[in-house]
């Protein structure tokens, strides 16, 4: 199946500070990723789906100053925590839709560990 | 996009053929049923999808009833590698294309 990757796979930051998350989509072009957060022993919540060159479309309750998304080119989509504080910890994957030949689908990414201390 | 409802939980010896079910008695005739699986602390991986036909690829297979109000993921032999959530999603195949994750089945596969 196509390949996506996520960088940094976990990062741990000082409360206050911004942190970036990028996701590829490294053999296919993404007209659409998605962001979604996990938090421990929950399932995975949506936050915001990324469109190549429009903004991105946010779930109700995320907040799109504190969650910004920048979907610059078909195969990078990256995701800025800001001002990041402990609440913010969690696991962030996101996933890239792939209209190929088997099919609509999307493929996530490996995630990222954020963590704030 | 319609609800589904999975067994929390389920065991299977390894070797064994593991067969998850999932019901989604409000699908609609547009909505695709997709089983995706997450191994612990990975992103989730794709495993298959079907509309009305049965499905199989290299990973499993996909039966689908014939009201399409349920359907059952079978791993064929199943390994250790297989324990993961495994979580059955309906989605419509055009639109806004989000999915939508409940719960899903924690798969347990045993020596």
């Known amino acids: 199946g196509a390949v996506v990757s996520q960088h940094p796979s976990w990062v741990i930051c000082k409360s206050g500070t911004s942190v970036k998350i990028e996701c590829r989509s490294l053999d296919f072009q993404a007209t659409t990723m998605f962001w979604y957060r996990q938090f421990p022993k929950q399932s995975l919540m949506l936050m915001a789906t990324s469109n190549e060159g429009s903004k991105a479309t946010y779930e109700q309750g995320v907040e799109k100053d504190k969650f910004l998304i920048n979907h610059a080119s078909l195969t990078l989509s990256t995701l800025t925590v800001t001002s990041a504080h402990p609440e913010d910890s969690s696991f962030y994957i996101c996933s890239a839709r792939d209209k190929g030949l088997a099919g609509d689908t999307q493929y996530f990414g490996p995630g990222t560990r954020l963590t704030v201390l | 996009d319609a609800k589904t409802t999975q067994p929390p939980s389920m065991d299977c010896a390894e070797g064994r053929a593991a067969n998850l079910p999932c019901n989604h008695s409000t699908i609609s005739g547009n909505e695709y049923v997709y089983w995706y699986r997450q191994i612990h602390s990975q992103g989730p991986q794709y495993i298959i999808h079907?509309?009305?036909n049965n499905e199989t690829n290299e990973m499993a297979s996909l039966i689908i009833t014939e009201d399409r109000k349920s359907s059952t993921l079978i791993l064929p032999h199943a390994t250790l590698r297989d324990t993961a959530v495994y979580y059955c999603?309906?989605?419509?195949?055009?639109?806004?294309?989000?999915?939508?994750f409940g719960q899903g089945t924690r798969l347990t596969i045993n020596p």
């Open positions: 999603i309906v989605r419509v195949d055009e639109g806004a294309q989000k999915l939508v």
């Open positions: 079907g509309l009305k």
